[in-house]
């Protein structure tokens, strides 16, 4: 085994999208890929998703959505994250779906589909309230209209309109009905110039497990299909989700050590007693978050253990206590199913498990995955 070995269970993600198919009842599913899959492998990942019933794919970045076609994907795929430079020529060929948010990227989309005579599939992002990407809705009547235009001399088609919701990941927060709102008059624009849209969507993970009123014609969960919902289960079953991802290490020294023993860099823990260390192969350059110490748990044999000091660069210590059956070889789950989760991670080290599993993803083929 190398330092660390961060493997994904892609079975999980199949169920987890069937799962999520079920919550959006009457609204198709895209599962989002985006970043590699959330750091679970972008191609893998995607075929794990087909199989549960995923209608679409989205990827931010042009790039994965060309990559997902050269895989063999052939499905519906959407993109949408670029400025006028948007590789169209490659999209349009590739029969990927476009979002556009400004006048300047649709002038592009427009100048390759005339000169290669494609018309392009376009979904009109609008910025509801989150303030990101998206057309404000101030400016959405005159970018419409210039997609009408393109539209009426078969340069383009007008396939779809989506937002994106900045607080989902609290139900009832006030944001969420003031953006649907925003949304929903958006749609009214569009069905009073008679755009016939295919798809309308705006539920992310959170909307999809939480507001079926939120769904409109395709649900885009993210986070959720990876086991890892961002809003809390009311029956505490994780709406029946499983984690996807695993990140395992092994103690390669145990040893005694008595009350008083400083552990690690500054010292930062001192054994409370006579007591057991244990040395884990693994540390800041594999992906460990060096603020994990004193703080994030592991599992060894069963058993929680919270990391004992300072993460080093390749390597932090636990404290087994004074009478452990720990061995040398034995196996150290950071999160899986078998131990702590990505999301008991990132509550400990105080961030989102969106992070944790982005920065082990990237470790991936450099494990024994």
């Not at 006048?103 to 910025?127: F, K, Q, T």
């Not at 235009?149 to 003031?178: C, F, K, N, Y």
């Not at 624009?189 to 008679?194: I, M, N, T, V």
Request: proline share 5%; aromatic share 6%; charged share 20%.
């Amino acid at each position: 085994m190398s330092a660390l070995e961060v493997s994904v269970d892609y079975g999980a993600i199949s169920r987890n999208v069937e799962i999520l198919r079920g919550h959006a009842t009457g609204a198709d599913v895209m599962a989002i890929v985006k970043a590699d899959a959330y750091g679970h492998g972008l191609v893998l990942s995607a075929q794990a998703a087909r199989r549960g019933g995923a209608a679409w794919l989205g990827v931010a970045q042009p790039h994965e959505a060309l990559a997902l076609r050269a895989a063999g994907d052939s499905g519906r795929i959407l993109t949408w994250l670029y400025g006028p430079e948007v590789p169209a020529r490659a999209l349009i060929a590739a029969d990927i779906d476009l979002s556009v948010s400004s006048p300047e990227v649709l002038g592009e989309i427009v100048a390759v589909s005339r000169e290669n005579e494609i018309p392009a599939r376009l979904h009109i992002c609008v910025d509801t309230g989150l303030g990101r990407e998206g057309v404000t809705p101030t400016e959405l009547p005159a970018l419409l209209d210039l997609a009408i235009a393109a539209q009426a001399e078969g340069l383009v088609r007008i396939v779809g309109m989506w937002s994106h919701l900045a607080w989902a990941d609290a139900p009832g927060h006030p944001t969420i009905d003031a953006q649907a709102d925003v949304f929903r008059e958006a749609l009214s624009l569009a069905q009073e110039r008679r755009v016939g849209l295919e798809v309308r969507h705006l539920a992310n993970s959170a909307c999809t497990l939480t507001r079926p009123d939120l769904h409109f014609d395709l649900v885009r969960p993210g986070i959720a299909i990876y086991g890892l919902p961002p809003v809390s289960d009311p029956y505490g079953e994780n709406f029946g989700l499983a984690s996807a991802m695993t990140v395992r290490s092994e103690v390669i020294l145990v040893k005694d050590v008595p009350q008083g023993h400083g552990v690690s860099y500054g010292h930062e823990y001192v054994t409370p007693y006579p007591t057991t260390l244990g040395l884990v192969s693994a540390g800041y350059a594999d992906g460990v978050f060096r603020s994990a110490g004193n703080c994030a748990e592991v599992s060894i044999r069963g058993r929680r253990y919270r990391i004992a000091g300072r993460v080093c660069m390749d390597q932090f210590v636990v404290d087994l206590g004074p009478a452990t059956e720990v061995r040398v070889g034995d196996q150290v789950t950071l999160f899986g199913p078998d131990g702590p989760s990505a999301t008991d991670w990132a509550r400990a080290i105080d961030t989102i498990d969106y992070e944790v599993v982005c920065r082990f993803g990237a470790l991936r083929d450099k494990s024994t995955a």
